[in-house]
């Protein structure tokens, strides 16, 4: 193949923001392209979903399916201390019109499984899937992106050219790579690795409703930024996964399963009490635990959705539901371009930008007050904002009229810290504003590449004084 | 440790055990998070003592002299 092709609209990756992105586009008359590199089914780490998440597949009518697969069901997220003598519980949550709170479900998924489903789907409701791999952008004189470079499977190469190119590569995050969007920063969560693997045989609890639910997802305390979790994916299997401190695996220089094997009994008491035996279904799986923020992640011609552009922790399960939500949010905004009723200055995505660094914010602002102030989150939970702590865990983060709710005030006050969305999109964000001498990733001539080529270097690179005092 | 209460000192001592009562202003109360959340709800409903929300850091509510030092802040600029 070495042909051209020509589209409205590219969508880079066919995980579940690429999918969701395809179908929510079509709801809007708009047949888009899915370029995907890998084969389907393939295993991916994320499984277990928020209130939002299962809201999105509401929407996009896949209710059905997802209870004709039998995923567990999720009613909370139970999270235990270090001993386990205590245990604070969120159930799922929605918002009726009137933003009156209900009690609901979401799932838990098997990755491989719900990933080629949303594939499929969207293959079904009119996406054209192509199998091939984005290798650079392609790009006007003003910086406008008009497409990728692809190369195929049989190793040919080709081009697809788009209106709009939308980025949802995941953690490849293929346009900040590319150097097409601003400075890609390191984030506070960088020192940890994340070990996980799938078990048959463990203890879930027998309840049919709240707190002893029995496929509730849990997550287990260890330490600060020490922690495992345990979310069920099948009726035989849970997935466990443990994040600990990149310092201890290293020292111990063992395989990653030996070392799996060997500390996950001392995370958490309740973990050891609820897995007897170790018996995986899966590899064990190692991921750099480490967050990042793309500045400048819309522009003429883009939009990166998702983890392409921002990582931050994955204590509370945030990731499928922002790469669905900002999926939903981009489509009639992509409508509209394309019918030439955004004002094509700057940055005709400017607004979708803000919006959605709005967002994550709030959720950065959240599992920061977690690892720094557990003793208030824990109140607030419990007593002082267990709404709006509902809101947070349930991932309802975009609604503007609701958001910041005052409990994130709250957490901005702890933290003693302001957010202000004036300032350029180059600036440091305050998520790397702990370590300012990493921050300068990505600056015209930095010495460092790529995030994985710093996490390799391990040290980080100089201080660029500029960019440091740029807040 | 002027300014804790006779009730509060109960209070603590009785969430601690079976720890001994507490005698030195400086030892830690070794109190755990859901133990300090009924300590802040006690503050309030039983003693009448508003705790702020950034004043819910677990290095106030560490000690009886963190502790009381934080009473006796909020009595000053309550007056
Ligand atoms: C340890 C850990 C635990 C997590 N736990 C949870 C959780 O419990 N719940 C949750 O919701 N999230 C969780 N997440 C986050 C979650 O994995 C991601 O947020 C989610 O998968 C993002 O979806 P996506 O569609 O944006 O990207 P992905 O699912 O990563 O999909 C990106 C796709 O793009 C393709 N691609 C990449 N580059 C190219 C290219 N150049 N050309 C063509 N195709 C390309 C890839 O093959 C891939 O299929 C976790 C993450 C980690 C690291």
Redesign the pocket.
Known sequence: MNNTLETDVLI???????AAAAMFLLRQGITPVI????DFP?F???????GE?AQVLRRLGLEDEMVRREYPIKHGVKVYGSTAVNSWYVKVSSRDADWNLYDNITWQVRRSDF?EMMQKEAIKRGAKLMK???TKAMREEDGAVTGVQVRWPDGSHGEIRAKVTLD?????T?LANQKVTGPKYVGSYDKQV?F?THVKGAIRDTGTSGPDAKDNTLILYHHKFHWA?F?PVDKETVSV?M?TPRADFLAKKQTPEEFFRSDIYSINPELKRRLPTLEFSEKVHV?P?YSYQVRGFTGKGFIC????HR?ID?IF???????MREAELAAPLIRSFLDGKLDDHENPFREHEIACEKGIDNLEDMIDLFWEQPFAFATFVHSRYTEEMTDAFAGRIYESEHQPSNAIMAFRKLLKRTRTYDDDIYSVPIGSRYHPERAPLWEPESPVETTEAWIKKGSGVEKNGEAVHAS | MDHIPPKLKEYLDTARAPLPPVSDPDEPLQIDSLGLIRLVAFLESDLGIRIEDEELLAENFATLRSLGDLLEKKKASAT
Not at chain 1, 317 to 323: A, E, K, L, P
């Open positions: 880079i990756g066919g995980g579940p923001g690429g370029l995907e590199g890998e393939r991916h780490i994320g499984e277990s979903l928020t998440s990933d091939g791999t984005a949802c590569s995941g953690q490849a293929f994340a996980f979790w979310i996964g994040v991921v635990n959705i998702g983890d392409s990582f994955p399960s945030f990731g499928v539901t922002v790469t």
